[in-house]
Antibody, heavy 114, light 110 residues
C-alpha cells in the first residue's frame, strides 16, 4: 500500500519560499501522477499542481508563476516550492499520488507569518 | 477563471438516498473531465471515493456511486449511514491536465 508523508517547516516568513517534501513508501515514484493540494483552515481544497515522471507538470494557473513541483527518484520523494508567500498561503498542504489522486498524506500545516 | 460548483450543504435521513452534483462554469461536464469524488471528515485527509466518473476504488462502499446527470457529475449515496456525514468534494480535470476542485458539499445525516 502506498503511503505518503509530508515534511518541512511549519512556519515561513512573508516573501520567502515555502519548501515541502513528500516521502513515498510502498510504491515507486517513477510511476503514477503525484500532486500537491492545499486547504486553508475552514475552507475547501485547492489543487496546486501535479507531475508525472515523464517530466510533464501542470500547475494551477493562479499559482503557476510561483510554484515548482519536482520529483527525486533516487529518494522516492516529491517536492513543492512556493515562492513569495503571503498570509494567503497559510494552509494544510497535502501530497497525493495516483490519477485521482487516490493516495493522500496526512497533511502538514504551514503558517506564513513574521 | 474556471469555477466548479457544488451544493453548499445537503441533509439526508439515515437509510435515505441523496445525490450531490458538480457543475463546471465552462459548460456540461463529460467523462473527458475525469470526474473524481472525495470524502473528508473533520481533522482528516480527504479520501478518494470515485474516479473517472463512475469507477470505485477498492475501499469504496457499494452504497456510493458516480454518474453524469443533466450536464453535471453526480455522486449518489444510497442507504445513507450516520458515518457518511462529511464534506464531499469533486475534482475535474480540464484538458486532462489542470485540476479544479469544487467548493465542497457538507452532508448532514439527520
Amino acid at each position: 500500500q502506498v503511503q505518503l508523508q509530508e515534511s518541512g517547516p511549519g512556519l515561513v516568513k512573508p516573501s520567502e519560499t515555502l519548501s515541502l517534501t513528500c516521502t513515498v513508501s510502498g510504491g515507486s515514484i517513477s510511476s503514477y501522477y503525484w500532486s500537491w493540494i492545499r486547504q486553508p483552515a475552514g475552507k475547501g481544497l485547492e489543487w496546486i499542481g501535479r507531475t508525472y515522471i515523464s517530466g510533464n507538470t501542470d500547475y494551477n494557473p493562479s499559482l503557476k508563476s510561483r510554484v515548482t513541483i519536482s520529483v527525486d527518484t533516487s529518494k522516492n520523494q516529491l517536492s513543492l516550492k512556493l515562492s513569495s508567500v503571503t498570509s494567503a498561503d497559510t494552509a494544510v498542504y497535502y501530497c497525493a499520488g495516483g490519477g485521482a489522486p487516490e493516495w493522500w498524506g496526512q497533511g502538514t500545516l504551514v503558517t506564513v507569518s513574521s | 477563471q474556471t469555477v466548479v460548483t457544488q451544493e453548499p450543504s445537503l441533509t439526508v435521513s439515515p437509510g435515505g438516498t441523496v445525490t450531490l452534483t458538480c457543475a463546471s462554469s465552462t459548460g456540461a461536464v463529460t467523462s473527458d473531465y475525469y470526474p473524481n469524488w472525495f470524502q473528508q471528515k473533520p481533522g482528516q485527509a480527504p479520501k478518494a471515493l470515485i474516479y473517472s466518473t463512475s469507477n470505485k476504488h477498492s475501499w469504496t462502499p457499494a452504497r456510493f456511486s458516480g454518474s453524469l446527470l443533466g450536464g453535471k457529475a453526480a455522486l449518489t449515496l444510497s442507504g445513507v449511514q450516520p458515518e457518511d456525514e462529511a464534506e464531499y468534494y469533486c475534482l475535474l480535470y480540464y484538458g486532462a491536465a489542470q485540476g479544479v476542485f469544487g467548493g465542497g458539499t457538507k452532508l448532514t445525516v439527520l
